[in-house]
Nanobody, 117 residues
Framework: QVQLVESGGGLVQPGGSLRLSCAASGSITGNNVLGWYRQAPGKQRELVAVVGNGGSTNYADSVKGRFTISRDNAKNTVYLQMNSLKPEDTAVYLC???????????WGQGTQVTVSS
């Protein structure tokens, strides 16, 4: 099992920026994926962005060009730089880890991001 601890959420005005971090610890081996999902009140959890340990990335269409995901394999940490934030980006952002061959991923507890004037 992998433990995930997020940080960096908060309140920001529309058009502003935030940077989320997620530190992973535990059994991190082999081919794996780190990333971010989000869940807004009354909505389903949705993918935001993920990055493989080889560097390949995948983004939701709604955040392309505004968000950038990166990871530091030496620190087992994934980052999400969020620019040009919109009110519809308001959600709890959850860190995600999945290792190839495992049936289920690990999740962090989440960090709240609120975009409001």
């Amino acid at each position: 099992q992998v433990q995930l601890v997020e940080s960096g959420g908060g309140l920001v005005q529309p058009g502003g920026s935030l940077r989320l971090s997620c530190a992973a610890s535990g059994s991190i081996t082999g081919n794996n994926v780190l990333g971010w999902y989000r869940q807004a009140p009354g909505k389903q959890r949705e993918l935001v962005a993920v990055v493989g340990n080889g560097g390949s990335t995948n983004y939701a269409d709604s955040v392309k060009g505004r968000f950038t995901i990166s990871r530091d394999n030496a620190k087992n940490t994934v980052y999400l730089q969020m620019n040009s934030l919109k009110p519809e980006d308001t959600a709890v952002y959850l860190c995600y880890y999945w290792q190839f061959g495992r049936a289920i991923p690990d999740w962090g507890q989440g960090t709240q991001v609120t975009v409001s004037s």
